[in-house]
């Protein structure tokens, strides 16, 4: 079975613009060559285009993570999110930090069912460490609900960094970290710090856009150093096909016990579908 952790989808009617944008953002940052005349997605952003692709990716089940970009937006988001809840399709919801009410949101989501939330800070600008994230992060805690976060760069944003290895393992003074995963192997293009400060904490990492930049050999560090119990399955699909998530994974000489942690032994047990 394969769980994919880590997905992006949008309304119908927003999907290729919303694209577009962040394709913009990532030209903006990386040069206008950056893959020139080459889509950077591998299928539309939308519930029908992941659905129609998860089989040839050999993915099982999604969960879908949306972005609160602006306090105002959220509870339209939270609403379209509410619709995505199958068994294939699954999505979590947001919150904004610098919304006053992101803790009745919180109990909001929790009433409504969601198992969890994803935060950006990337694009929310918020430090990870804040008191406004803290506040979002304990409350999330006492909910038992999952919060996925951004972490390290972003290829489509400019720095600062807000949330780097450092400042995540000092925001784990606060929180007990059970209930976090951190996306892109802990910190994206700082996997180094990854290593020295995250690898044996106790949040959860998962493996979104990561095949492309990482030096397998450092990614096998990590996981060892962490342990594949704490690692899930993620593409960042659709920026990422699952499939090529996957060969590189089975690539990095994992047991296939490893694998099977990875691949969907975990997520069941974050989601609270199985015993252990
Ligand atoms: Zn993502």
Known sequence: MLIDFHTHIF?????????????????NIQGADYRKGEALTFRPATLAGLLD???????????????????AQTAHINDYAETVRSERA????????A?????????????RGFRGIKLHLQFQQYDIDSPEVIRIL??????????????GADIGLPPPVYTPPKKIRHMLDYVSGGNLIAAHLGGWEQWEDVLEYLAGTQIYMDTAYISQFIDPQLCTEIIRKHG????????????EDPADTLRFLQ???????????????????????CEK
Do not use: Y
């Not at 309304?11 to 030209?27: D, H, Y």
């Not at 692709?53 to 306090?71: E, G």
């Not at 919304?99 to 009433?111: C, F, H, R, S």
């Open 11 to 27: 309304p119908e009617k927003i999907a290729a613009r919303s694209i577009a944008a962040l394709e913009a953002g990532i030209r």
């Open 138 to 151: 304990q409350k999330a805690e006492q909910l038992h609900l999952l919060v996925i976060f951004h972490a």
């Open 53 to 71: 692709t998860m089989p040839a990716s050999h993915v099982d089940r999604s969960i879908c993570l949306p972005i609160a970009t602006k306090p």
């Open 99 to 111: 919304d006053p009410e992101a803790e009745q949101v919180l109990e909001n989501l929790k009433q």
């Open 228 to 239: 594949a119990g704490k690692i899930v399955f993620g593409s960042d699909s659709p920026w």
């Open 251 to 273: 690539s990095l000489g994992l047991s296939d016990e490893e694998l099977a942690l990875i691949t969907h032994k975990n997520a069941l047990r974050l989601l609270g579908e």
């Open 90 to 97: 699954l999505s979590f919801g947001t919150v904004h930090p």
